[in-house]
């Protein structure tokens, strides 16, 4: 385990590409990757950041919390992003095939993570938190980078069934983006996975991680 910016990472595989940055908590980076070799079997690395302030450092810009016991959003995601990069900067070669992924909140992070460089070929965004308030609007308003060249979306079918007028519209969201996306020449996939938010989290990671090598490697 090394830390950089202040930030735990722990490293999985061989030490050399494809390379895959995933925000998390260290606890799931084994389970993850061991995880993933059972569907890839080629090398790659995997690189697990210790998010500490999940609500804050993952979201790009303020939201209120949406549960009473929860936390506001704080929409630190740029300050985050700008440690993320100086750690890459460390870890990860120049020109190397790069994928960005992340569950839940860390999904759309990753999401927002290609529209802010050059430096990601894929990105998973594993039950994504897409019923973000204005991030649709932020998606229409701006453009993602060219070097993004998929995407693997995926969801609980029980995600939008909730009384919660923004969880409500969390299918809908991720189906549209899938869409809006494959239009603009990306590779993309939306998997529909059973149970809801909190069922096989590592598991839908993971599958997302190795649908994105498995691309990357017959491309």
């Given at each position: 385990?090394?830390?950089?910016?202040?930030?735990?990472?722990?490293?999985?595989?061989?030490?050399?590409?494809?390379?895959?940055?995933?925000?998390?908590?260290?606890?799931?980076?084994?389970?993850?990757?061991?995880?993933?070799?059972?569907?890839?079997?080629?090398?790659?690395?995997?690189?697990?950041?210790?998010?500490?302030?999940?609500?804050?450092?993952?979201?790009?810009?303020?939201?209120?919390?949406?549960?009473?016991?929860?936390?506001?959003?704080?929409?630190?995601?740029?300050?985050?992003?700008?440690?993320?990069?100086?750690?890459?900067?460390?870890?990860?070669?120049?020109?190397?095939?790069?994928?960005?992924?992340?569950?839940?909140?860390?999904?759309?992070?990753?999401?927002?993570?290609?529209?802010?460089?050059?430096?990601?070929?894929?990105?998973?965004?594993?039950?994504?938190?897409?019923?973000?308030?204005?991030?649709?609007?932020?998606?229409?308003?701006?453009?993602?980078?060219?070097?993004?060249?998929?995407?693997?979306?995926?969801?609980?079918?029980?995600?939008?069934?909730?009384k919660n007028p923004f969880f409500q519209r969390t299918q809908n969201n991720t189906e549209q983006l899938n869409r809006f996306y494959h239009d603009q020449g990306i590779e993309t996939i939306f998997e529909l996975n059973p149970g809801n938010h909190f069922v096989d989290n590592e598991l839908r990671l993971a599958k997302g991680i190795a649908w994105i090598l498995r691309y990357f490697e017959m491309s």
């Amino acid at each position: 385990m090394i830390e950089i910016e202040g930030i735990q990472i722990k490293t999985y595989g061989p030490q050399r590409g494809p390379y895959v940055i995933v925000n998390t908590v260290l606890k799931d980076g084994a389970t993850i990757f061991n995880m993933i070799k059972t569907m890839y079997t080629q090398p790659f690395e995997l690189i697990c950041l210790d998010v500490l302030n999940w609500n804050d450092d993952l979201s790009p810009w303020f939201a209120p919390r949406l549960f009473k016991n929860d936390t506001d959003c704080g929409g630190q995601a740029d300050a985050y992003f700008q440690k993320m990069m100086c750690i890459m900067d460390e870890v990860i070669p120049d020109g190397s095939t790069t994928i960005i992924a992340g569950y839940s909140l860390a999904g759309l992070f990753a999401l927002y993570s290609g529209y802010q460089c050059d430096r990601f070929s894929g990105i998973v965004c594993a039950s994504g938190s897409l019923w973000f308030p204005r991030w649709m609007e932020y998606v229409n308003g701006h453009t993602i980078s060219p070097s993004v060249k998929a995407i693997y979306f995926s969801l609980g079918d029980k995600e939008s069934q909730t009384k919660n007028p923004f969880f409500q519209r969390t299918q809908n969201n991720t189906e549209q983006l899938n869409r809006f996306y494959h239009d603009q020449g990306i590779e993309t996939i939306f998997e529909l996975n059973p149970g809801n938010h909190f069922v096989d989290n590592e598991l839908r990671l993971a599958k997302g991680i190795a649908w994105i090598l498995r691309y990357f490697e017959m491309s």
